[in-house]
């Protein structure tokens, strides 16, 4: 955690708690199960105390909004900096923890299935758009080349899916499939973790000096793109690899996202 931002924070750590409203935000941040529902329910207050500070005119009760947002920065910094470290901890040392996670679910009946369904889901709507984009070709329309490409990249990606499914090492495939996948998406999220770290800090100083900086919906933007990247691979390849999942920070567990965790806006 940035230092500047630790010793801000035990500066105006007794005045800012001692606000009844940042009691009760701070109680439903602390009582949501995962990291980046914490940081949609900060973004969410964050959002709605900018829109007040732009319309307040008495300096007490800017003054006291300005706190009131200082302090829900800080806890959307540390809850960040626990979502970068937790994805720092999977994908370090050649990935070492996210193989040892995804080789021990992955022998688990119901994440087996699970995968194998996605698979199906995917080979069906390759299908629809073979099918549609071959029927566009034979129409004698314009972009009869266009069509043709599309309708065979569908076709290779079948072959694609049957092969694998077909395999009688299916299983180590879905395997390196998904280590190779959640590493990938991992990988995405770490750079908006660091690039929300210095935005939050940025925020955080300019706020202290009435300086609105307006980084506000860049940083919700990175987080909405991390909540979309978690469901778009649950919705493509597993359900149970990612959501409701213990990943730790040193002894402490986190979970990263639950089913119920939807982008800001």
Not at 64 to 91: D, R, T
Request: with cysteine; net charge positive.
């Amino acid at each position: 955690m940035n230092r500047k931002v630790y010793f801000l924070e035990n500066k105006i750590r007794k005045k800012i708690r001692e606000s009844q409203l940042n009691r009760i935000i701070l109680n439903k941040i602390e009582s949501e199960a995962s990291i980046l529902g914490k940081a949609k329910l900060i973004c969410v207050q964050l959002i709605d105390l900018e829109k007040k500070l732009k319309r307040e005119k008495t300096k007490s009760t800017k003054e006291n909004i300005k706190h009131q947002m200082l302090f829900l920065y800080i806890e959307l910094y540390k809850v960040n900096h626990v979502l970068h470290n937790a994805i720092v901890k999977e994908i370090s040392n050649n990935s070492v923890h996210l193989r040892k996670r995804i080789s021990g679910k992955i022998k688990l009946q119901h994440v087996y299935k699970d995968l194998f369904n996605r698979l199906k889901d995917i080979a069906k709507k390759l299908t629809t758009e073979g099918i549609y984009h071959l029927n566009k070709y034979n129409s004698g329309i314009k972009d009869k080349k266009a069509h043709l490409r599309l309708a065979s990249k569908s076709a290779r990606e079948l072959v694609e899916i049957y092969n694998l499914l077909r395999a009688e090492n299916h299983i180590m495939k879905f395997r390196s499939l998904l280590i190779f996948k959640v590493n990938k998406m991992f990988r995405v999220m770490l750079k908006g973790t660091s690039d929300n770290s210095k935005m939050i800090s940025n925020e955080i100083f300019a706020l202290e000096s009435n300086k609105y900086s307006n980084k506000l919906n860049m940083i919700v933007s990175i987080i909405n793109e991390q909540i979309k990247e978690l469901h778009n691979f649950s919705i493509k390849f597993n359900s149970y690899i990612i959501h409701s999942e213990p990943f730790y920070v040193g002894k402490q567990k986190h979970i990263i996202i639950t089913h119920d965790v939807k982008p800001v806006f």
